[in-house]
């Protein structure tokens, strides 16, 4: 059975939306020259393929099931768990939890333990961990070949599910390569590339920690696999909070002027003048205070930590909105005294008519190029508010949690790297594709980028 | 011209004004000031006295907005609102929540917070501009698209990587600066090294980008074309005109954040442990210190509106085309 959590609905609400978008925009001659563009720009269409890649993880981790577990011993547990489609994919790595930290592909713990062997000496070793390499009965020696085996061989998986991939492409697409856009084998490429790595993971995953374990013994890989999903939501979901004030108000202002302009322009200096970690941090006390003071209305964890998340999201587009308005209204000021809405207006088309036909449309473009610099402003930005305790829910995975957690780890003797370089890793590959993609549509849709 | 200023800050007020009743509503009607003191005290077993002892002592125990039991005008004086907020217009910021003067505080932690702030402003500026004429200069090459490149990389890095690896190579592995601290006085140079090394660092993407768009608007002018025209080399026209005319946003674009500058930085002082306003604020939020983090809001909106106003009359000062009247 499908369960729900608010964000997972408005996840869904932003793919539906955004496909909807692009079928639309597709049908459109003056809208199709523009993505043209980006399809031409071999930067772009990697970085688009980057973002959606994460964007179909984080997907896959919004579905979720009532799941009955597979128990080691065989049998399936008693009480069904909600899971998401990717819990269920990463099981394998979801459940191989071990005691404590253990450095990426090891075969035994990171810090030395009293044993006591079967002749009853004791002994002052290296523990061999309960998953990973578990596999090897003489780790020291067979462990490099075995990696490399399982490196081979999962590259050998991935090349070959690219090329049914690219198969089934040309079935459905008869002129795929024939077309004269130059990003479409760039994108290709880095699909190849995805494919590899999907593969590498499946079949070095269930042997060994990839990327290591944490404190508790969870596999980090895990980890920040299950933090694509936060940083999405983040981005994302403060954009649809954000949208419609800062078009309805922005295109207000500027289109009727006067006591409107006036009101609104006032409204978003108060709220750019106060600085926005300050705002959020006041609000998201105060939302604490409201929980700990409402326990009723939270009933599991999980509910607690995704109001959290909602709330987060919520006060950030709040706090977000008044640059995009800002720009909007300019705008909107320059459009409504060009000839055609002036020559619509003599005709006797209304004013929400005026607004929606001649007006909206001729921002679109500023709309889009907000969102996509946007999103990547606030995927960085939910690691330094996690950082003061004032992001997401310590419950939840995310990369400013991993962050934080681990930042201590630094200071210990030998150092535990790994979470902390995993956490950095992924965000920097989200933010760099996204702000990639950015730049390619700036230059799409911008016109004044057009040289 | 004066005219202007007064103008201008009448408009202040009903923005400021605007600020306070938007952090009394999130801070006393969204939650009561009871909540607020079961969180303080621990949740569920705290009985109804220490509820009130806590409201009384910080002066919370006053009706929100209207008192039915005094007299005149005490009615609307002798209430929270009025007690905690609209002194907030005379820089009586009262009493923290554990106790010790806000105002003294602010006083004697704004200092370090400006050691930090003014020379990373000063040599992130420096090297922004350098960067970005460095990438005009070098305009359609392999260098520019190489340069444009590491500007996209180290904006994708997040801050917290600056901070916690160059605390880390730097400050652990090279021991070339202590890793965090301060000390007062000329003492405080080492300390404010490292600091102020990663915040340029950490600016150096996006601000480079920023400025070589400015650059390039300047460089496309009708001006810049007819010196060429006349003879003068790349390097004449880049210094002599682009660099000097660009300087009007550039430096404009300063000024706004120049009274901000007091605030310091939360992310980079608690990194670092620097005992500015930055981390000032940040032990308030984690400690649930309401009338620190509300004092915070008010002077943060109140520098911001006096940048914005700065900004204007450095626009009459630098550039003659604009007149404020």
């Known amino acids: 059975m499908l369960t729900l959590l608010w964000t997972d609905i408005a996840i869904f609400g932003l793919v539906i939306g955004a496909v909807v978008a692009v079928w639309r925009s597709s049908k459109k001659e003056h809208l199709r020259r523009p993505w043209a563009k980006i399809f031409n720009n071999r930067m772009g269409v990697v970085s688009l393929t980057i973002v959606l890649f994460f964007l179909l993880v984080g997907v896959l981790d919004s579905v979720r099931l009532q799941h009955y577990e597979k128990l080691p011993d065989g049998d399936y547990s008693e009480h069904a768990k909600a899971l998401s489609v990717l819990d269920i994919i990463l099981t394998p790595i979801r459940l191989q939890v071990e005691k404590t930290y253990s450095e990426p592909f090891a075969h035994t713990a990171y810090a030395k333990e009293m044993n006591v062997d079967e002749a009853g000496v004791t002994q002052w070793l290296y523990p061999r961990l309960l998953y990973g390499g578990a596999h090897l009965n003489n780790p020291k020696s067979d462990k490099q070949a075995d990696i490399l085996l399982k490196i081979g061989k999962g590259l050998a998986h991935g090349l070959l599910a690219w090329l049914g991939f690219i198969f089934l492409l040309r079935l459905t697409k008869r002129n795929l390569f024939k077309t004269k856009l130059k990003g479409v084998n760039s994108g290709l490429l880095t699909l190849l590339v995805i494919f590899c790595v999907v593969g590498m993971i499946a079949s070095l995953g269930s042997f060994y920690h990839i990327l290591g374990t944490d404190k508790v013994g969870e596999d980090v890989l895990y980890q920040a696999i299950k933090s694509i999903r936060t940083g999405l939501v983040i981005g994302g979901l403060t954009t649809i909070v954000m949208l419609p004030i800062a078009i309805g108000l922005g295109l207000m202002a500027g289109f009727f002027r006067g006591w409107v302009d006036d009101v609104i322009q006032y409204l978003y200096t108060t709220l750019s003048s106060i600085p926005g970690v300050l ?128 930042r201590l780890e630094m200071a210990r003797e030998p150092i535990v790297w790994w979470s902390l370089t995993a956490a950095f890793v992924f965000m920097f590959t989200l933010v760099l594709a996204a702000n990639l993609f950015a730049d390619a549509v700036r230059d799409a849709f911008d016109p004044r980028y057009i040289e | 011209m004066i005219n202007y200023i007064i103008r201008r800050l009448f408009y202040v007020v009903p923005v400021l004004l605007g600020v306070n009743i938007l952090t009394f509503v999130l801070f006393f009607v969204v939650n009561t000031p009871d909540d607020m003191a079961r969180m303080q005290l621990g949740d569920k077993h705290v009985t109804q006295e220490a509820v009130d002892n806590w409201k009384q002592q910080r002066g919370y125990h006053l009706p929100l907005l209207w008192n039915e039991q005094e007299e005149g005008l005490q009615k609307a004086s002798n209430t929270i609102f009025f007690k905690k907020s609209v002194g907030l217009f005379v820089f009586d910021l009262g009493i923290s929540d554990n106790g010790r003067d806000i105002v003294a505080d602010i006083t004697q932690r704004m200092w370090p917070s400006l050691a930090i702030a003014i020379p990373s402003l000063i040599f992130g500026v420096l090297a922004n501009i350098t960067f970005a004429l460095l990438l005009i200069f070098y305009r359609s090459s392999v260098l520019e698209f190489a340069g444009l490149f590491l500007c996209i990389t180290l904006m994708s890095i997040s801050g917290l990587f600056y901070i916690i690896a160059g605390q880390y190579f730097i400050g652990k592995l090279l021991a070339l600066t202590p890793i965090s601290g301060y000390a007062p006085g000329i003492d405080a140079f080492k300390f404010i090294l490292l600091p102020v090394f990663i915040g340029v ?114 626009y009459t000062l630098v550039d003659p085309r604009v007149r404020l009247d």
């Open chain 2, 201 to 314: 660092v950490g600016g150096l993407g996006s601000g480079a980008r920023w400025y070589r768009t400015l650059f390039l608007e300047e460089a496309a002018k009708d001006y810049v074309r007819t010196a060429k025209a006349k003879g003068l080399s790349d390097l004449q026209v880049l210094f002599r005109h682009v660099l000097k005319n660009t300087m009007i946003p550039i430096l404009t674009g300063i000024v706004v954040i120049l009274p901000l500058l007091f605030m310091g930085s939360l992310i980079t002082e608690s990194f670092f442990g620097i005992p500015g306003l930055g981390s000032y604020t940040i032990d308030a939020i984690s400690s649930q210190d309401f009338a620190i983090v509300r004092s915070m809001v008010f002077l943060g909106s109140f520098l911001y509106i006096i940048g914005l106003l700065m900004t204007d009359i450095s």
């Open chain 1, 279 to 406: 705002l959020i941090a006041a609000a998201i006390l105060m939302a604490q205070v409201y929980m700990a003071n409402n326990p009723a209305l939270f009933t599991t964890l999980e509910d607690r930590a995704d109001m959290r998340l909602l709330l987060l999201c919520f006060i950030l587009g709040i706090t977000s909105w008044t640059g995009l308005c800002r720009l909007l209204r300019a705008e909107t000021l320059k459009i409504r005294e060009m000839d055609y809405v002036v020559a619509a207006c003599a005709l006797g088309v209304g004013r929400f008519q005026l607004l929606k036909r001649h007006v909206l449309p001729n921002v679109m473009h500023l709309v889009m190029i907000t969102i996509v610099l946007d999103f990547s402003g606030l995927v960085l930005a939910e690691a330094v508010l996690s950082y003061i305790n004032i992001g997401v829910d310590p419950s939840t995975y995310s990369w400013g949690n991993m962050i934080n957690t681990s």
